[in-house]
């Protein structure tokens, strides 16, 4: 069987939609399946909507969060609650074609344990989201040791690596990285990202940049190594201002300005206040794992009935 995880956070207008879309083309392929709506904390009707399809239809199940945990809280959720013996990651605006879901079935069938969309294009977006996008997706890549500069959460993983995700005991993952992180035979399937047909997207700038900055902090320590380039600069920065003051004293000149000292001491309090930054970001991450809190809570489920 197959489980298809549908994170969704006041997606109303497309729970129908991408319950039937997804349904009609697993059952036209003769995949056995069942759809699990992960509601992460919804302001709007979305687990009504999908509390109505669960009356009506038996491959459906529903979780809904008590507020928002955010995608990755979702995913691990529906990854937590899926049977089947592959289970499939897609996206509730169907920006992710959901045709390709058979693709991605059909190379399991051959052996592949992890099957990941990669985006023939990342679809229409602006320039400052796009150099945003590929300098995160490089400093991931690099400590990953796999380009991921167009992949994606839409993906195929076997029993075997769900049950291996499932123990992994950190609060804040990264399921895009950690799913390359795992290792596995892996197979990809290309993909052009769909335009939204219902609703808005969620993710406004500063919401990009909070994942952004929660998945790096969560994946590398990159940025602490920032502290110690840092470090030697202000020492190199040190060591040049010795050697000019040292030598101006040897020969008789007054040593001169004030000024120039204001701005040295500004420049290495800004720099200590930045690495203090970065440090504080780490431990208060260590401080959220250790407090032991669970990734989400679960306030309500609803599963379809078997048909007699």
Known sequence: MLSVI????????????????ISDILKNADIENEIIFVDDGSSDNTYERIKTLADKESNISGLHFSRNFGKEAAISAGLAAAEGD???VIDCDLQHPPEKIVEMYRLWQEGFEIVEGIKSTRGKENKVHGFAAKSFYSLISSVVGFDMSNASDFKLLDRKVVDILNKIPEKKGFFRAISFWVGYKKSTVEFQVNERTEGATKWSLVSLMKYAVSNISA?????MQIVTVLGFIMLAI??????????????????EGMTTVILILIFIGSIMMISLGI???YVARIYEEIKGRPKYIISSSCKGKKKQ
């Open 6 to 21: 549908i994170p969704a956070y006041n997606e109303e207008l497309m729970i129908e939609k991408a319950y039937f879309t």
């Open 86 to 88: 592959a289970v499939v």
């Open 219 to 223: 994946y590398t320590t990159a940025p």
């Open 238 to 255: 040190t060591v040049v201002f010795g050697v000019w003051a040292f030598i101006d004293k040897i020969q008789g000149r007054a040593l």
């Open 279 to 281: 440090i504080g970001y």
